[in-house]
């Protein structure tokens, strides 16, 4: 089973499920706003990837919360993704144990095809 993680306004998350539907793979939509994800997801991602792919430093809500001023550490980093959702890279793709974090075409065709 295919799990998508994000928000139904991101424009990755729109292509995301744009070639689930094309490709007539099934996927579940998890929207972070209606069903956050808390800090053992969190935990559970970064042992399948780090802390660089997950966190989103070109976000808006980055920016609104003036994080580059803050330097936070990657222990910082991980606790404020529980917190704050959005700061998570979308989408989150989870697939027969793995991990796919953003929207590469060519990346989902060689995975889900």
């Known amino acids: 089973m295919i ?3 994000g928000i139904k306004s991101c424009d990755s998350v729109k292509k995301a499920m744009k070639f689930f539907k094309t ?13 956050p994800v808390d800090a053992a997801k969190i935990a559970l ?6 802390i660089k ?13 003036k994080l580059k001023e803050k ?4 222990q910082e980093q991980q606790e404020l993704l529980a917190q ?3 700061l998570i ?9 793995q991990l796919v974090v953003a929207f590469n075409e060519t990346l989902y065709k060689d995975i889900f095809l």
């Open 23 to 35: 490709h007539n793979l099934q996927y579940e939509f998890v929207d972070f706003k209606q069903t």
């Open 53 to 65: 792919t997950l966190f989103n430093a070109r976000s808006t809500t980055y920016r609104t919360l």
């Open 71 to 74: 330097n936070l550490t990657p």
């Open 89 to 97: 890279k979308r989408p989150i793709i989870e697939y027969n144990d």
């Open 45 to 50: 991602w970064l042992e399948k990837t780090d």
């Open 3 to 5: 799990t998508l993680y």
């Open 84 to 86: 704050e959702n959005l």
